[in-house]
C-alpha cells in the first residue's frame, strides 16, 4: 500500500506503537489495504453521487490536489465537515449522520446499502409502472379514435326535379352476364321518349302535390326494348339507403333492380342486390356478391325474421346435379354447389313485398343497412305505407326541411327486426373490405340470364304462346304498361363520426 492510500488511517496508525508500525508483515498490510479499500467505498456511497464532493474526498486521499495548501482541510471523521453539503452522508432514517463512525459500523453500513437498494428497486419498480401505465393510456386512445358510430344524418336526397342530376345514364347495350333483352338509351332520348321523367301529381285529396319519379321502357322496331340504367355519381362505403316505393317493374319478363357496385371491379368490391324482381316472383331478397371467403354461416340467433334462398339440381363438372338442398349463404360467386353468382341471399317471408301485389297496395319502403364498424348489414321491407315504423315516417316527412336540426334522424334500433341480417367485419366470416366504393344503380332488364332461363317456369302459358321470354317482349302486349319504377326519393344517411370506447 503506497503512503498517499494510507491517509485515511492515519489515527489508527497514530494509536499504535511506531515500532510496530516498521515490522508490519505483507499480510498485514494486505488486510488494511482492504479495509482502507472498503472505508473509502463507503465514504463515496456516503456522498450520493455529489461530484464535487466525491472529487474532493478522492483528490484528498490520495493527495492529487495540486496545491495541498489550498485544499480545504476536510476531516472526513466528522459530519460537520459536511454540514450543508447535498452530500451529507444520511442514515436508512434519512438523518443526518453524526459521525464517520457510522459509517464503520458494519450493521449500520448494511442498514445504509439495504436502503439504496431498496430505492434503487423502488426507482425501477415505479419506472416499469410508468412505462405501463402509458402503454395502456395508449391502448386508450387507440380504441377511442374517432368513428362513424355516431347518429345517422342525412348526406344525400334524391326526390323531386333533381333527382336525375344524381346519375349518369347508361347508353347501350346490356352486360354480357345479365345479357337483357334490352337497349339502355342516354339521357336525352330517354326524356324525349318519356321514359324518363318527374310528374307532380296530387295528394292528400289534392290539398297539396307531391313529385314522383317515373323510369319506364318504350318498344322498338327490332324487338328489344329501350330501357333505362342510371349509375350514381357518389360512391359510399357505408350508409342507410333509403327508397320510398310506390311502383315497381312486375310481371312476366321483366328483371328491375336497385343495388349497389363497383363494377369496374367487380367482384372484387363486391355487390349489393337490394330490391330485385324476377317474373312473379312476390318476396324481396337482398343478395350479396363477392370473391372467396364470405360466408353467412356465423348469423347470431334472434336478429333476422327472414331465411336463406336456397340452391339445389346444380350442375356439376362431372356432369351430374347436385340435387342436395343447400342455403345459399355463400356470397362467392363461383361457389360450385350454388347457382352462378347466385351470392349469398336472405329472404323475406312475407308475401306481396315485391311485384304486382306490392304495387296493389301502393308499394312501400325498403332499407338497407350497411354498417361496417357495428360489423352487419340488414335488410327491411315495410308495405304498405301504414306499416312502415313512426321513427322512419318522421324521418322521411322531415327529410326536407331546410334546418338540420329540425330533422328527425332515423333510429334502426326502434324499429321491427329486419328480414336480412349478414355479419361482416372483424370478427365474422366475411371481411367487410368485400364491400367498397359503391354507387347507386337503377335498371330495367328484360328477360336475359335470369327472367329468360326462368320464362318457361314462371310463366310456362306465356312461353307457350310465345316460344320464348324475347319473343313476348317483342310483342309489345299490353302487360308492358305494368313495366316502370314510380319512386316518391331515395335518401341516404350516414352515421357522424365520434370517438369511440369499444
Known sequence: MTEEKSRLLYQKIESEDGNDSDKWDENQASDDEDKAADDLSRL?????????????????????DDDEDDMPQIDYRRQSSFAGSSCTPRNSSGMFMESMEELEDPVKMERLTK???????????????????????????????????????????????????????????????????????????????????VTFEQIDGGTKTEPFIYMSTTPTAKGPRNSVRLEGLKRYNRGLFI???????????TWPAFWMSDEANWPVNGEIDIIEGVNTQTKVKTALHTTRVCQMDDVPLGVKTGVWDTAQGVPMQNGTLDMTRRAANDCFVYNP?????????????????????????GGGVFVLEWDPVNRYMKSWVFTPHGAV??????????????????????DPSSWPLPYAYFPIGLGTNCPASHFRNMRIIFNMALCGSVAGNRFFLDCPELNEKYGSCNNYIAANTPEMDDIYWKIRGVYVYEREWERSWD
Request: glycine share 8%; net charge positive.
Open 44 to 64: 463515496l456511497l456516503a456522498c450520493n453521487n455529489n461530484k464535487e464532493i466525491r472529487k474532493s474526498v478522492l483528490l484528498k486521499s490520495f493527495h492529487l
Open 115 to 197: 436502503f439504496g437498494f431498496k430505492a434503487m428497486v423502488s426507482v425501477a419498480v415505479t419506472g416499469l409502472l410508468a412505462i405501463l401505465a402509458f402503454l395502456a393510456l395508449g391502448k386508450v386512445f387507440e380504441s377511442s379514435r374517432r368513428q362513424p358510430v355516431g347518429p345517422y344524418v342525412l348526406v344525400d336526397k334524391q326526390e323531386g326535379k333533381s333527382f336525375f342530376s344524381n346519375y349518369a345514364f347508361y347508353s347501350g347495350s346490356d352486360s354480357e352476364g345479365s345479357n337483357g333483352y334490352i337497349n339502355y338509351v342516354d339521357k336525352e332520348k330517354s326524356f324525349a321518349q318519356s321514359i324518363a321523367n
Open 243 to 253: 327508397i320510398d316505393v310506390r311502383h315497381m317493374p312486375a310481371g312476366c319478363g
Open 337 to 361: 354447389h350454388q347457382w352462378l353468382n347466385q351470392g349469398c341471399v336472405a329472404m323475406t317471408s312475407n308475401e306481396g313485398t315485391i311485384g304486382a301485389p306490392l304495387n296493389k297496395k
Open 389 to 410: 315504423p313512426q321513427n322512419l315516417k318522421d324521418t322521411l316527412k322531415t327529410a326536407n326541411n331546410a334546418l338540420a336540426s329540425k330533422r328527425v334522424a332515423p
